[in-house]
């Protein structure tokens, strides 16, 4: 590892979590270069929901390199480009009844939401934008601004201009009993001319904010931001780059409020891990002239490829099923574990297959993570404070690989727990 550590900047995270050197990787399995196996609840941030080297997905891009098909052909059209565009509007989005235009764009998740609040604006013609506490949609700099993670921010970036932040969900009390709803005040802020908030073109949300900590937003508070959006003129965008993509049980996590956003970004998964990300927009509001917003790497065919196979495990609803089933098996486990350490782990938060354990004791969910890799497992935390151990493995993780890791991070929290009190 010295190496990684005399020429890598700073700035590198994960590696200091995980510190070896893998060199394999199999569905929800990856391997170091000493041979030690790990399995993986931490999916590639969620960029892996369909696990690494999917057979039916390796082959494809073997085809399609040996075929010598474009590699990037930036907003040309391509055969790759069509299929996928094809696959995701006769698989996802027309049963749904979800009458989207899609827009590449940069190759990354924070391209997407910075081109979501540029459409935005242009189309209200507004500068104000909404996010809400704890969100997290990305660090470059129009994305970062919506973000609430003060460690991410600094004075010197000047990003705070323009976006409001207001409480999400459950913020004032996580117990949802007798507290203020944030949606009746926002609408209260922006139906009074004289309350100083001037009416926003957009609020961007995650139905459930992963880095910010697993907190599910309910159907009832997303249906009344829906309906407080469209009658006051206020663009809806759904953050659904890391709980999108089946995370949920459903391809999109909105899906279970009964909402229609009027403009979503996706990315991470849609690639299955190859660089790509979306925007999905009401064809009315598409009102960008040609190549007004652009990018080099809008294109990249690999990922078409991908995505457009990793498709069709939607064609029936049988993955889904089998999401939730292995999602109610997490839920059980973890609810367990909550109830053995009482002391130490503070709430169960989750929904389908992301999955979190909340502690109030400083490094606690830190040293769970350190005892986990120990013992094989990858897991990381959440929230602001580390505060949440978070479960975001492979959808597609097999039986077998699930009770592993939940076995091992049975004995982690034990083992956390003993140091803790010890």
Known sequence: MDLFEKYESNVRGYIRSFPTIFVKSKNATMWDHHGKAYIDFFGGAGSLNYGHNDPAIKRAIIDF????????ALDKATD????????LQETILQPRDLDYKIQFVGPTGTNAVETALKLARKVKERSKIVSFTNAYHGHTLGALAVTGNEFYHDDFYGVPLNVTKMPYDNY???????QMDSIDMMRQYYEDASSGYELPAGIVVETIQGEGGINVASVEWLQKLDKMCKDLDILLIVDDIQVGNGRTGNFFSFERAGIKPDIVTISKSIGTGLPMAIVLMRPEIDEWSPGEHTGTFRGNSLAFVAGATALERWDTDEFSKEIVAKGEKVEKRFRAIAERHKDLISDVR??????G????????CNKISEEAFKRGLLAETAGADDQVIKFLAPLTISEAELNQGLDILDESVDAAAAAYQG
């Open 65 to 72: 390199i040996e075929r010598d098909g474009v590699t990037n």
């Open 80 to 87: 790759a480009k069509y299929l996928f565009i094809k696959k």
């Open 172 to 178: 004032f009390d996580p117990t949802g009993e007798g």
């Open 350 to 355: 989750g929904l389908g297959m992301i999955w």
């Open 357 to 364: 354990l909340e502690s109030e004791k400083d490094e606690f």
